[in-house]
């Protein structure tokens, strides 16, 4: 019961000598607001950085395998070199992973390539033109907003037919239906027969929405006669996910005519990959990031020290005279360690504000980018500069605790 009566007295003291020195608490906290609104902004913006990223790899499809030549993740130049020395994945080879794979779900090809759309006088630029089939809402997610999507017989019989993203529908035909209007890409004119949910960009730069899907067998006759395939292979079940992998894999060294004994000449990629290589690089950055912001906060923590040490030389005859009147050590302990904490959560509290206010300035300037304040990073920085006050303010506090009444009394 002493130590909540000691705690009541302490704050009180510790909150009269912060009124009575207004402008030089306001100067120590400063060092303590850069300390905490760098932290947090770092923590913030890399929390951020993790969800814009997750969501806009979530497209590719956790269950979903990539087979093409390369590899998504080269690490060496040779590497990249070998990869393109490779044979080319061709339609054939394309069909009999459709005939042969027992695990997947759907299998589509994919074929791109980057053109100028036309329709009339507008023109849409830098669009991806994706050949493949009608499996490809199946593997790749997409979800026709109006219209319709290619059927199979439009895919195998190469019709002029298309399906457009959200983008081009935009761009070209602003405020009309683009059903049954005929686009030009190149030298041939395509019937729109469906236009694409709105899908966002990845981290606000390369837009899923700028693309125009076309039937596979169109783009063969009418853009690329001999084009590097990549295959879509959607597995049944998450679970069998490494199952298919490897199912995956015996098939293509099968059909591609790959000895037992050689590498294999192709790669399958995941989202995974990606996943993991950014979760490595942002764990690095935050690492050293969290290192230098952390120097502030140390800077800071030895400007509440030093303030401290002059508090307790300032109020010496106080703590003389606390003792005479029957304060422990303890108690004298206590009221400078509120004291130092009071100081340093005031702080906090502020670089907390200023480091709201940066989110959403940054929310307005980049509406893409989720930046928000998450509950731990809050919890994380008031704990922060509590204890960075503790730890600041212990020997100062544990100065004046062990001062002699007699001589903290004769002090003038």
């Known amino acids: 019961m002493n130590f909540f009566i000691e705690l009541k007295e302490g704050l009180s003291i510790a909150w009269d000598a912060i009124r009575a020195n207004k402008l030089r608490s ?28 997750h969501e806009s790899i979530s497209i590719l499809g956790a269950d979903v395998l ?13 590497d990249w070199v070998n990869g393109n020395k490779r044979n080319k994945i061709t339609r054939e080879q394309v069909r009999q992973v459709e005939k042969q794979m027992l695990m997947a779900k ?60 959200n983008d081009v529908a935009t761009n070209l035909f602003r405020k009309e239906s683009p059903l049954g209007k005929k686009i030009k890409i190149g030298a041939r004119r395509l019937e729109v027969i469906g236009v694409l949910e709105k899908r966002g960009s990845f981290l606000g730069m390369g837009s899923f929405d700028n693309e125009v899907i076309i039937p596979v067998q169109q783009l063969l006759i009418g853009y690329w006669r001999n084009p590097d395939f990549t295959i879509q292979v959607k597995v049944n079940r998450m679970d069998q996910l490494e199952d298919a992998r490897e199912e995956l894999r015996g098939v293509m060294r099968k059909i591609r005519h790959v000895s037992p004994l050689d590498p294999d000449d192709f790669a399958i990629n995941q989202q995974d990959q990606f996943i993991k290589i950014f979760d490595s690089a942002t764990g690095t950055i935050a690492a050293v990031g969290l290192l230098i912001t952390g120097m502030s906060l140390f800077v800071g923590g030895i400007g509440i020290m030093n303030i401290m040490f002059v508090s307790v030389a300032e109020r010496t005859r106080e703590i003389g005279v606390r003792k005479a009147i029957g304060a422990n050590r303890r108690t004298i302990l206590l009221q400078f360690l509120i004291e130092a904490a009071a100081i340093c959560l005031m702080g906090g509290l502020a670089g907390l504000a200023v480091t709201y206010l940066l989110t959403l300035l940054v929310g307005l300037v980049f509406p893409y980018f989720p930046v928000t ?5 809050m919890g994380l920085a008031v704990l922060t500069s509590v204890l960075t006050g503790l730890t600041s303010g212990f020997l100062p506090a544990w100065r004046a605790a062990r001062m002699n009444p007699v001589d903290a009394l004769r002090n003038e």
């Open 106 to 165: 759907a299998v589509a090809p994919e074929v791109a390539l980057t053109q100028s759309v036309w329709y009339q006088n507008r023109r849409a630029s830098s669009v991806q033109i994706i050949g493949t089939t009608e499996q490809f809402t199946i593997t790749s997610g997409f979800n026709v907003a109006v219209g319709r999507f290619l059927t199979a017989a439009e895919a195998d019989g190469g019709r002029p037919v298309c399906v457009i993203g």
């Open 66 to 78: 990539f087979v093409s030549r390369q590899s998504w993740v080269n690490h060496t130049y040779e």
């Open 373 to 377: 304040m998450s509950l731990p990073v």
């Open 26 to 53: 306001i100067l120590t906290t400063l060092g303590i607001i850069i300390g905490i609104v760098t932290v947090t902004s770092m923590a913030t913006a890399i929390d951020a950085l993790n969800r814009a990223f």
